[in-house]
């Protein structure tokens, strides 16, 4: 290490993901590995994305964390988890021309500066957490010369949100539950790239920008503790249909992806509903928009948009094409006239109910 000040920093970028097969359930709280298998797919990176710079200097006296201009903790075990983790697979680091030279040991002992922006609006109730920690880890990993692949740096993002790990890949992907106790087979595999199947619009419905009442981890580990539908979705359900949305992803078959996913997306809210006391994270909105879908694809005889609801009441709705994802905004403007004050980066349908 040069015995002057110095500065070294990385910048990167990370979208969001959107399972088409949920995950619900974890089976170890700790490592955060899951009760099934989940597929998803991983947005546009312009769209809903987090951008984080990670810093490394001499001068910074203990590691330190800024989301959205505010500072925040970095206490809590996922936080901790992740940084260990990153730094024991730390490589050297040397830049000639600013005569920095960061040796494998030196990473123990230098302290970081993480600054980190989610270009959406987090009180919208999207999934940040999953490019927050995929966005920490990739970002790190860059920083310290980490020289392991995607797969392995999945399982740890996954240690900061489980749904993080697939936001590493781009396309569709598979985080794989595993079977190890310690995890390690607990990662993210690419399914298909961002090209394989670039006709698909994915337009987020925000309902409400409200904050959820029942977060995500407590929700699933009511489930898990109450809802027997639980254990019958993830032993006999999930598996079945794992393969075949892998098989729907493939073939690029609309009419399958549209079945499974809103089949799941059912079910989840199902599981909810069976978690005792019971989880709503739909509202009548919700409701609406999936009879309108329902009736839509039923009269056209075959599916021109797939839904998925997360733990939240916004829809995400997956059209075919661009042709069907104009009409569907249309049929969005009509039936739910948009608030005031819309953010237009994302759509806001009016709650007329
Ligand atoms: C998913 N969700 O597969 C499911 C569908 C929400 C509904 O992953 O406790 O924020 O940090 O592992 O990843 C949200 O859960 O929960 C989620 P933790 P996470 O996308």
Avoid at 102 to 123: C, G, M, Q, R, V
Wanted: hydrophobic residues 40%.
């Amino acid at each position: 290490m040069a015995a002057e000040k110095w500065i070294f920093m990385v910048t990167a970028q990370t979208p969001t993901n959107i399972a088409v097969i949920k995950y619900w359930g974890k089976r170890d709280e700790v490592r955060i590995l899951p009760v099934n298998d989940s597929i998803s797919v991983t947005l546009d990176p312009d769209h809903l994305c987090t951008v984080t710079t990670v810093a490394v200097s001499p001068a910074f006296d203990r590691d330190r964390m800024w989301l959205n201009g505010k500072e925040i903790s970095l206490s809590g075990s996922r936080y901790q988890n992740c940084l260990r983790e990153i730094r024991s697979c730390a490589g050297d680091v040397e830049d000639k021309e600013k005569n920095i030279k960061i040796e494998k040991k030196d990473w123990e002992k230098l302290n970081l500066h993480i600054a980190s922006h989610n270009n959406f609006p987090t009180a919208a109730g999207l999934a940040s957490s999953a490019a927050g920690f995929a966005c920490l880890v990739f970002s790190l990993a860059k920083l310290m010369n980490v020289d392991e692949d995607l797969s392995h740096l999945s399982a740890i993002a996954r240690q900061g949100s489980g749904s993080a790990c697939r936001s590493l890949f781009g396309g569709f992907v598979k985080w794989k539950m595993g079977s190890k106790e310690d995890g390690s087979d607990s990662v993210a595999v690419q399914l298909e790239d961002e090209k394989h199947w670039d006709d698909l619009v994915i337009i987020i419905a925000v309902v409400s920008s409200q904050q959820k009442e029942t977060s995500s981890t407590s929700g699933m580990r009511e489930s898990v503790e109450t809802s027997l539908l639980l254990q019958h979705r993830a032993k006999e359900v999930v598996p079945k249909r794992v393969l075949q949305m892998e098989e729907a992803i493939k073939n690029r078959d609309f009419a399958s992806l549209t079945r499974l996913s809103c089949a799941d997306s059912n079910q989840f809210h199902a599981v909810c509903l069976d978690t005792s006391p019971p989880i709503f994270y739909m509202n009548d909105t919700s409701h609406r928009i999936i009879s309108l879908v329902e009736k839509w694809n039923r009269s056209e005889g075959t599916p021109q948009v797939a839904y998925t609801f997360d733990a939240g009441p916004n829809a995400v709705l997956i059209a075919r094409n661009r042709k069907v994802a104009v009409q569907l905004l249309q049929g969005l403007l009509y039936y739910f006239p948009p608030k005031p004050d819309t953010d237009m980066r994302s759509y806001v349908v009016g709650d007329t109910s």
